[in-house]
């Protein structure tokens, strides 16, 4: 069993009236005078929650701690924690859509369509400062005039436009975000709430025509395997009906630009490799370098297609 935390969660879990339960459990299937070895205790192991992996000491998990990858993994949880507090519902104040407001598919002959959004509040003190977005493809709906006051027994239904005109015939998926700013008149303090919109442009039956039947699962990457023997499939016979002079060898990329690592480490080995400048003396190896850099990339691509014990059925000079 994995135990998240470190050798604090393992004691955790140790202390558990599950584990204690499971434990009592053994120990009475065993029986007394049981010549039965005891089951050795686990070491704790120290965890790294972000990156979910088990290091064997702290000093593993310390050199881990200081790696590029690790530093890039808490970059995403602390941006993922932001999102998640930005949009939750807080200090008494709860607005609907908290998985993003959805206006559906509109088609694009109508002139505009809106979709209310509703706001209670638990106190009398709150009010609604002011509504913004990071686009001009959703407004408010003309007619508030902020900042308005909340009441704590009636909730509020805010009315969102979104004007397909001026898409200018476009259609697909448009995206926005709608933040809400409240202040507490009481306690002068202001905060924010903010919601995803959402809405689609164009035909609803080629929506449900072309949308996907099952969300996408990522393949599994899986590591690459030094090619054994090839083997060589006969010839495709343009080779014999074309009259080449020389059949251009085998050019085999350079391994030293095959690069390994996190997107922004492998960048900066890349811009390392190029030329300072381009004259006509360094033109040559630039793209050299880059060519080369495409092939190692071009076969990391295919990797993700990669399966094991398939069968291949040739077809004429095809499997």
Not at 11 to 39: F, I, K, M, N, V
């Amino acid at each position: 069993m994995n135990i998240p935390g470190g050798a604090s969660g393992w004691l955790a879990h140790e202390t558990g009236a599950r584990h204690q339960r499971l434990a009592a459990a053994a120990a009475a299937a065993a029986g007394p005078g049981s010549d039965q070895p005891a089951a050795p205790i686990p070491l704790p192991l120290f965890f790294c929650d972000a990156c979910q992996l088990k290091f064997k000491d702290q000093i593993a998990l310390d050199s881990h701690a200081s790696t590029p990858s690790h530093h890039d993994k808490m970059r995403r949880v602390a941006l993922r924690a932001t999102v998640k507090d930005a949009q939750s519902n807080k200090f008494g104040v709860t607005i609907a859509g908290t998985a993003g407001i959805d206006l559906g598919i509109i088609p694009v002959d109508h002139w505009a369509h809106n979709r209310a959004l509703v706001i209670k509040v638990s106190s009398a003190s709150l009010r609604l400062a002011s509504v913004s977005f990071s686009t001009t493809m959703f407004s408010l709906t003309p007619g508030y005039a902020l900042p308005i006051p909340l009441n704590s027994r009636k909730p509020f239904a805010l009315s969102i436009d979104f004007n397909v005109r001026k898409q200018l015939g476009l259609r697909g998926h448009f995206n926005d975000r709608a933040e809400l700013r409240f202040e507490n008149t009481t306690l002068q303090q202001s905060f924010t709430i903010v919601r995803r919109v959402k809405a689609i442009i164009g035909s609803k039956a080629d929506y449900e025509l072309l949308k996907a039947k099952a969300p996408f699962v990522r393949p599994k990457r899986r590591r690459l395997r030094p090619n054994g023997c090839l083997v060589r499939g006969p010839p495709r016979s343009m080779r014999s009906t074309i009259p080449y002079a020389r059949i251009l060898p085998e050019y085999p990329h350079d391994k030293s630009v095959i690069v390994a690592g996190q997107e922004e480490e492998r960048i900066e080995i890349i811009r390392a490799m190029l030329p300072q400048t381009l004259t006509f003396e360094t033109y040559a190896r630039h793209w050299h370098t880059l060519t080369h850099v495409e092939e190692g990339q071009m076969l990391q691509d295919i990797e993700v297609y990669d399966m094991t014990d398939t069968i291949l059925h040739r077809k004429d000079y095809l499997f």
